[in-house]
């Protein structure tokens, strides 16, 4: 079992910056992947980034060079730095973890873009 928090989100303006953060619990023995997807209103949920061991990082065509995922095994912990943000980037922004093969996910954070 993996419990998955999430911190970080709020209100900016386009073109500011924003992290997000997570941290995995539980009891497991070696999380395959993490990374985060997001969910706009109306929208499906879709993959933004993720870290998988032993591969580079995967993102998003949207978010690609305005986005960068950052993990660390030993503490089991992943971010997401998003910088130039977008009205359009504006969405429930989920953490998710993969281990032995289920699928974890947090709460969510909101993440609005807008004047």
């Known amino acids: 079992q993996v419990q998955l928090v999430e911190s970080g989100g709020g209100l900016v303006q386009p073109g500011q910056s924003l992290r997000l953060s997570c941290a995995a619990s539980?009891?497991?023995?070696?999380?395959?992947?993490m990374g985060w997807y997001r969910q706009a209103p109306g929208k499906q949920r879709e993959l933004v980034a993720i870290?998988?061991?032993?591969?580079?990082?995967d993102y998003a065509n949207s978010v690609k060079g305005r986005f960068t995922i950052s993990r660390d095994t030993a503490k089991n912990t992943v971010t997401l730095q998003m910088t130039s943000l977008k009205p359009e980037d504006t969405a429930v922004y989920y953490c998710?973890?993969?281990?032995?093969?289920?699928?974890?996910w947090g709460q969510g954070t909101q993440v609005t873009v807008s004047f």
């Open positions: 870290k998988i061991s032993g591969r580079y990082p």
């Open positions: 539980g009891s497991f023995s070696s999380i395959y992947g």
């Open positions: 998710y973890a993969i281990e032995l093969g289920v699928n974890y």
